[in-house]
């Protein structure tokens, strides 16, 4: 039986580190992104950091998305308004008039965002 050359301590702080991206926690421990992912597939422990470090990462991701927003960036006010504002009748959609003709609906905000 052989010893484990990458604890799983030492793992779980090289995920959080890196925002539960693996092969950047591979290159930080000097080991392949294989050897965290057959990991994981044994330990809870690696696989919780995997997904607190990719939630940390997100979290940071939308906080730019809302500075972005704040500063009136038309592409930021577009994508929320394409995601999350789907509920609210803000959707891009292709429609088909007679099988032959498309028409692509704008949302009104976009076209209000690129005006100004």
């Given at each position: 039986?052989?010893?484990?050359?990458?604890?799983?301590?030492?793992?779980?702080?090289?995920?959080?580190?890196?925002?539960?991206?693996i092969a950047a926690a591979a290159r930080q421990l000097?080991?392949?992104?294989?050897?965290?992912?057959?990991?994981?597939?044994?330990?809870?422990?690696?696989q919780q950091a995997i997904s607190d470090g990719r939630?940390?990462?997100?979290?940071?991701?939308?906080?730019?998305?809302?500075?972005?927003?704040?500063?009136?960036?038309?592409?930021?006010?577009?994508?929320?308004?394409?995601?999350?504002?789907?509920?609210?009748?803000?959707?891009?959609r292709q429609e088909t008039v007679n099988k032959s003709?498309?028409?692509?609906?704008?949302?009104?905000?976009?076209?209000?965002?690129?005006?100004?």
């Amino acid at each position: 039986m052989r010893g484990i050359k990458y604890p799983t301590e030492l793992i779980v702080g090289a995920l959080l580190e890196n925002k539960g991206l693996i092969a950047a926690a591979a290159r930080q421990l000097g080991c392949s992104p294989e050897t965290i992912r057959r990991r994981a597939k044994r330990s809870k422990t690696i696989q919780q950091a995997i997904s607190d470090g990719r939630s940390r990462l997100l979290d940071a991701t939308e906080e730019k998305l809302v500075a972005a927003i704040d500063n009136g960036e038309p592409w930021a006010i577009a994508l929320v308004l394409k995601t999350l504002g789907k509920e609210r009748g803000y959707v891009e959609r292709q429609e088909t008039v007679n099988k032959s003709e498309t028409l692509e609906v704008v949302t009104r905000v976009v076209r209000h965002a690129a005006d100004d």
